[in-house]
């Protein structure tokens, strides 16, 4: 067995830095040219490892692997019963391992500590549903009106599937493709981030541990034009699964549209959380502060636009800044930071335009505005101060557009319909929030709010037992719930005569 790691003494560039390799079937191996990408630790500013830079031959090499291991060998002659062991055997593994996977996450990504042990021990848990429901997909006998014809169906694989993932949650996202989908018997390849890849590689290692046959998970690391749209436009792949931003999904679903092959997009958002005069207001003030500030306001789901009743405007956003204030920055390995870096180079320039977007637009500044130069954020790192706008007008681009940062747009409302118009007036729908004592207007709100996803009186919450997808320009398609299976199969009527 090669390593998936090792330390590279022949390469100047990337001495001291660890070096990870590809996993294509079931051998760890480098780019066919021999590239190299550099990943940083966001909170010092430093490399810290090298991953390959793939391109379209190893998309090539990793789509045969692939293939063959859809086609040929033990994958497709397992029993659903003993791919569901398989996957209960990784999802072991990786609560074996959630405390080295969550500090390589930390390291790459900058996320709290504390946040990705949660998260990572949490993730075995998408392994172990899909797992119990591999031997529970079946076809159906059709009473056909025919008497002389005997009709049923067998739900199939799709074959081979492409993950694509976003920086924000590595390890989060692929489960939510790869469990369903290896479930179902198909085969990947996940295609990690440019600038957060690690994960995924030390995820490959325990694949390998679990003893799945080569080839049917690969992991492939490199830039979305360089690798990832040749696996994309691949003939050979049947289904893509993305989570990214609305560009990227976009220009996926253009080039999959070619091959005219399955598509799930999960993409941006810009979610309101609407804040009724009748809420419990210290929940919804600790409801608000993680919606936004959470991972750095690095999701999906941000809660980005904070619409308040104008009765209690000023009262609950003069909270809201006073508990956002207190917030302690640093470094994002201690137990005790509450807010980390930003993940990106060129994320961390984006948060800071829209800072100054959102000033020249008239927005008012309540709280930070720029760079965080804290002490304790050291000397390297891309912090930027939480920040939170208040009287801001839903027209403007600080309430239309995602900052995926830890800035809050506050604007002010007068009733229902007016939060259901302002909430309503954007071009995503992933998520929002609502948070009141009312039965009758959570279930009004809950009906009326355009959004893949509702939380009433909490937010945040995701599991794998339920679905979760955006609509408008938030994406195509679900992920997680049972479901989710169902997307990677396709349907084959059998028609006998008797
Ligand atoms: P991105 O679109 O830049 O990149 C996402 C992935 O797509 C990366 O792996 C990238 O290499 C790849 N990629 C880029 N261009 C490609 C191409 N032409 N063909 C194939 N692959 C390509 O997004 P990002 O900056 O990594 O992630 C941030 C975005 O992800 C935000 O918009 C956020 O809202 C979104 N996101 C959505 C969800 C969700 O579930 N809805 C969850 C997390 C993040």
Redesign the pocket.
């Known amino acids: 067995m090669n390593h998936a790691t090792s330390p590279r003494p022949t390469s100047p560039e990337s001495a001291g830095l660890t070096h990870y390799k590809m996993y294509i079937g079931g051998e760890w191996v480098d780019a066919a040219d021999g590239g190299v990408i550099e990943t940083t630790n966001p909170y010092t500013g430093k490399a810290w490892a090298t991953v390959p830079r793939g391109r379209a031959a190893d998309a090539e090499r990793a789509v045969a692997a692939a293939r063959k291991a859809f086609e040929t060998g033990p994958w497709p002659a397992m029993s659903a019963t003993n791919r569901g062991h398989l996957l209960r055997k990784l999802a072991d593994l990786i609560l074996e391992n959630a405390e080295h996977l969550a500090r390589v996450e930390v390291i790459d990504n900058g996320k709290l500590i504390n946040e990705m042990l949660g998260q990572v021990r949490y993730i075995p848990q998408w392994y172990y549903y899909f797992a119990g429901l591999a031997d529970k997909l079946q076809g159906e006998v059709i009473p056909i009106d025919k008497p002389d014809m005997f009709n049923f169906t067998r739900r199939e694989p799709l074959g081979v599937c492409v993950a694509?993932?976003?920086?924000?949650?590595p390890l989060l996202?692929a489960a939510?493709k790869l469990a369903p989908g290896l479930a179902a018997g198909n085969t990947f390849i996940l295609?990690?981030?440019?600038?957060?890849s690690a994960s995924a590689i030390e995820f490959g290692k325990l694949v390998e541990k679990a003893g799945f046959p080569a080839g049917v998970v690969n992991v492939v690391t490199?830039?979305?034009?360089e690798?990832?749209?040749p696996?994309?436009a691949h003939p050979s792949v049947a289904k893509?699964a993305?989570?990214?931003?609305?560009?990227?999904?976009q220009?996926?679903y253009e080039?999959a549209a070619r091959g005219l092959k399955r598509v799930t997009?999960?993409?941006?958002?810009k979610s309101p959380n609407i804040v009724f005069d009748d809420a419990e207001l210290d929940n919804a003030v600790k409801g608000v502060i993680s919606g936004i500030f959470a991972a750095t306001g690095?999701?999906?789901?941000?809660g980005s636009r904070l619409l308040v009743q104008r009765s209690i405007y000023d009262r609950f956003v003069g909270r809201v800044v006073d508990f956002a204030k207190a917030a302690r920055m640093g470094n994002p390995l201690e137990t005790t930071t509450q807010v980390g870096p930003i993940t990106?180079p060129?994320?961390y320039k984006k948060v800071l335009d829209y800072i100054e977007i959102a000033k020249a637009e008239g927005a008012q500044c309540l709280l930070g505005g720029g760079p965080a130069t804290r002490p304790e954020c050291g000397s390297g790192g891309q912090f930027v101060e939480p920040t939170i706008f208040g009287q801001v007008n839903n027209k403007m681009r600080i309430a239309r557009e995602?900052v995926?940062g830890p800035v809050l747009a506050c604007i002010p409302f007068e009733d229902e319909e007016d939060a259901i118009a302002i909430a309503n007036d954007s071009p995503y729908a992933?998520a929002a929030g609502v948070w009141t004592q009312s039965v009758r207007r959570a279930l009004l709100m809950s009906q009326r709010l355009q959004a893949?996803t509702v939380w009433v009186n909490t937010y945040r919450a995701v599991s794998y037992m339920s679905p979760?997808?955006?609509h408008k320009r938030?994406?195509v398609g679900h992920?997680n719930g049972m479901d989710a299976i169902l997307e990677y199969t396709q349907v084959k009527s059998v028609w006998m005569s008797t």
């Open positions: 694509i993932t976003a920086w924000n949650s996202l939510y295609k990690p981030s440019e600038f957060t490199g830039f979305g034009p690798i990832g749209e696996l994309v893509i993305f989570t990214g931003s609305e560009a990227g999904g220009r996926v080039t997009l999960e993409l941006g958002g690095q999701t999906c789901v941000a990106t060129p994320q995602e995926f992933l893949g979760f997808g955006g938030s994406g992920e």
